[in-house]
């Protein structure tokens, strides 16, 4: 029996049939939807490498299961960035090098974004710090995220005052 | 994970029915659930999704002066609600020094109350524990058990609660609002969550088919806001269990203590809040002598498990004394930037 769901994701609407109520939004990115970008590292809610945004807030996409997921609207790092023009926050994770390996940047990535939404912790390095510890770089590029996720938020913040 | 039979409860009727079946779990946002059936710590047969429930995700000033917390709203929404934060800001404290971000977005209040133990002995799947096989023993008493219990243990369960949210909420006098198939009844917080005696294996109050749907503060809790903090001792700065946490709070009067709360969290198996230290400290100069005295009456009782958590009964003890003095000090018009950290600012 299939159990069909509807997800925006990116910004488009999917029809999706499940075949199975085990299947996490994690592995129906990945594995149904061709979709690699958020990455398995732990697959129990610890590393953060798998974050995704569901109805605009980060998530660990591998504690999700799909079915209940009905509905939602999910933003993966593929949705980020509008055609070749990167998202400030990308941008920034180049300019300083937030990254070594690479393989738990997508979940850095969304969950700085998600941090910045959120806008509580704007340039403040203890915020930033304390808001992206859900999110294990085991290169320990720290220093690199930190002084991205900074930037990145301060772009975004004079952007909205500009707006 | 085992296959389940998976069901959408639309209405608490739909749940409470469902959920009454044998092999039914409450499924809300999954952070805990999920997990364990990952890890095959727990095996339902079926998962009954609560999460589209009508009226269980707000939160609501009632006119009496009390809040009410929907079952369902998100540990996240809970924290940075503008009415919690100045009325209950401990409650928001503990709740940002819980998980990361990503869980506190997910993870539901009634999800909150209902996680389970992360005794390693637990969470294995594998070892011994009469918590998840009755009658098999517990593999944690002996071994490893820096972490575990140093109040209300018995020799079939040395576990604790892993909750930092129900420490202020048992220190508030919360209660929990459950629906079942009798009607809608309220527990108070403290007596929610059981004690192992011998049957580890019974967790809470809930009958089978039980449902948290509200968490109400009452209006007296209100009282404590100018005075309130969570301190949370851990294993790294941000996003581990605490070792040891306590919540403390007072009503300063005239230049003394007219009432107190104190809970701790990471000693019990349950919030584990201490009225007679709250008692001892009613009409004293706030002092660091009064402190200390309620923090040796705080752990009258309290017994390791072995040698490897001994250090747990002095760290609560100093943990009560800076929770009081913070407290006492005034609860910060913002949060640090390290929630209920002894590395903050603040």
């Given at each position: 029996?299939?159990?069909p769901?509807?997800?925006?994701?990116?910004?488009?609407?999917?029809?999706i049939?499940?075949?199975?109520p085990?299947?996490?939004l994690?592995?129906?990115?990945?594995e149904?939807?061709?979709?690699?970008?958020?990455?398995?590292?732990?697959?129990?809610?610890?590393?953060?490498?798998?974050?995704?945004?569901?109805?605009?807030?980060r998530?660990?996409?591998?504690l999700?299961?799909?079915?209940?997921l009905?509905?939602?609207?999910?933003?993966?790092?593929?949705?980020?960035?509008?055609?070749?023009?990167?998202?400030?926050?990308?941008?920034?994770f180049?300019?300083?090098?937030?990254?070594?390996?690479?393989?738990?940047?997508p979940?850095?990535?969304?969950?700085?974004?998600?941090?910045?939404?959120?806008?509580?912790a704007?340039?403040?390095?203890?915020r930033?710090?304390?808001?992206?510890?859900?999110?294990?770089?085991?290169?320990?590029?720290?220093?690199?995220?930190?002084?991205a996720?900074?930037?990145?938020?301060?772009?975004?913040?004079?952007?909205?005052?500009?707006? | 994970?085992?296959?389940?039979?998976?069901?959408?409860?639309?209405?608490?009727?739909?749940?409470?029915?469902?959920?009454?079946?044998?092999?039914?779990?409450?499924?809300?946002a999954g952070?805990n659930?999920?997990?364990?059936?990952?890890?095959?710590?727990?095996?339902?047969?079926?998962?009954?999704?609560?999460?589209?429930?009508?009226?269980?995700?707000?939160?609501?000033a009632?006119?009496?002066?009390?809040?009410?917390?929907?079952?369902?709203?998100?540990?996240?929404?809970?924290?940075?609600?503008?009415?919690?934060?100045?009325?209950?800001?401990?409650?928001a404290?503990?709740?940002l020094?819980?998980?990361?971000?990503?869980?506190?977005?997910?993870?539901?209040?009634?999800?909150?109350?209902?996680?389970?133990?992360?005794?390693?002995?637990?969470?294995?799947?594998i070892?011994?524990?009469?918590?998840?096989?009755?009658?098999?023993?517990?593999?944690?008493?002996?071994?490893?058990?820096?972490?575990?219990?140093?109040?209300?243990?018995?020799?079939?369960?040395?576990?604790?609660?892993?909750?930092?949210f129900?420490?202020?909420?048992?220190?508030?006098?919360?209660?929990?609002?459950?629906?079942?198939?009798?009607?809608?009844?309220?527990?108070?917080?403290?007596?929610?969550?059981?004690?192992?005696?011998?049957?580890?294996?019974?967790?809470?109050?809930?009958?089978?088919?039980?449902?948290?749907?509200?968490?109400?503060?009452?209006?007296e809790?209100?009282?404590?806001?100018?005075?309130?903090r969570?301190?949370?001792?851990?294993?790294?700065?941000?996003?581990?269990?605490?070792?040891?946490?306590a919540?403390?709070?007072?009503?300063?009067?005239?230049?003394?203590?007219?009432?107190?709360?104190?809970?701790?969290?990471?000693?019990?198996l349950?919030?584990?809040?201490?009225?007679e230290?709250?008692?001892?400290?009613?009409?004293?100069?706030?002092?660091?002598?009064?402190?200390?005295?309620?923090?040796?009456?705080?752990l009258?009782?309290?017994?390791?498990?072995?040698?490897?958590?001994?250090?747990k009964?002095e760290?609560?003890r100093?943990?009560?004394?800076?929770?009081?003095?913070?407290?006492?000090a005034?609860?910060?018009?913002?949060?640090?930037?390290?929630?209920?950290?002894?590395?903050?600012?603040?």
């Open positions: 029996m299939t159990i769901i509807r997800l925006t994701l990116n910004g488009k609407p999917h029809a049939d499940l075949d199975d085990r299947i996490t994690l592995d129906l990115l990945r149904r939807l061709g979709l690699t970008g958020a990455k398995k590292g732990c697959d129990r809610g610890q590393c953060g490498a798998c974050t995704v945004l569901v109805d605009g807030k998530i660990n996409s591998c999700q299961l799909a079915v209940s009905d509905g939602a609207e999910v933003l993966t790092i593929e949705g980020l960035s509008e055609g070749d023009a990167l998202h400030p926050v990308q941008a920034a180049i300019a300083h090098d937030g990254f070594q390996c690479g393989f738990c940047t979940g850095q990535i969304m969950s700085a974004v998600g941090l910045i939404r959120e806008g509580k704007g340039t403040d390095p203890e930033i710090r304390e808001g992206m510890s859900g999110n294990i770089c085991r290169c320990g590029a720290y220093a690199g995220i930190l002084e996720v900074k930037d990145a938020s301060g772009r975004m913040e004079q952007r909205e005052d500009a707006a | 994970m085992i296959l389940f039979d998976y069901t959408r409860a639309s209405t608490v009727a739909d749940a409470l029915a469902a959920g009454r079946q044998p092999g039914a779990a409450f499924l809300a952070t659930l999920v997990d364990l059936m990952k890890g095959g710590v727990t095996n339902p047969e079926r998962v009954i999704d609560i999460t589209r429930l009508p009226g269980l995700s707000g939160i609501e009632q006119a009496d002066g009390s809040l009410r917390i929907g079952a369902l709203v998100r540990n996240s929404d809970v924290a940075d609600d503008p009415h919690v934060a100045k009325t209950f800001p401990m409650v404290e503990a709740l020094a819980g998980a990361s971000a990503q869980l506190r977005n997910a993870a539901t209040v009634g999800g909150n109350l209902m996680q389970r133990t992360r005794c390693q002995y637990f969470t294995d799947a070892s011994p524990c009469n918590k998840r096989q009755p009658g098999s023993g517990c593999a944690a008493l002996g071994h490893a058990t820096r972490i575990h219990a140093v109040q209300g243990w018995s020799e079939q369960c040395i576990a604790t609660h892993p909750s930092d129900c420490v202020p909420l048992a220190a508030l006098d919360a209660s929990v609002e459950i629906e079942g198939q009798g009607g809608t009844r309220s527990v108070r917080l403290t007596d929610f969550h059981l004690l192992p005696g011998d049957h580890p294996e019974r967790e809470t109050v809930l009958e089978p088919g039980e449902l948290i749907t509200a968490l109400t503060l009452p209006a809790a209100a009282r404590f806001a100018g005075n309130a969570y301190l949370k001792v851990r294993d790294r700065t941000s996003y581990a269990f605490a070792v040891v946490s919540a403390a709070a007072m009503i300063l009067d005239g230049g003394k203590i007219g009432q107190a709360r104190l809970a701790f969290g990471g000693l019990a349950k919030p584990w809040r201490v009225t230290a709250e008692g001892a400290l009613a009409g004293k100069a706030p002092s660091p002598e009064a402190y200390a005295e309620a923090a040796r009456i705080a009258d009782g309290a017994k390791p498990t072995g040698e490897a958590n001994a250090f009964i760290l609560a100093r943990v009560a004394v800076r929770a009081l003095t913070l407290a006492a005034g609860t910060p018009a913002r949060l640090p930037a390290l929630p209920a950290s002894p590395f903050g600012i603040v």
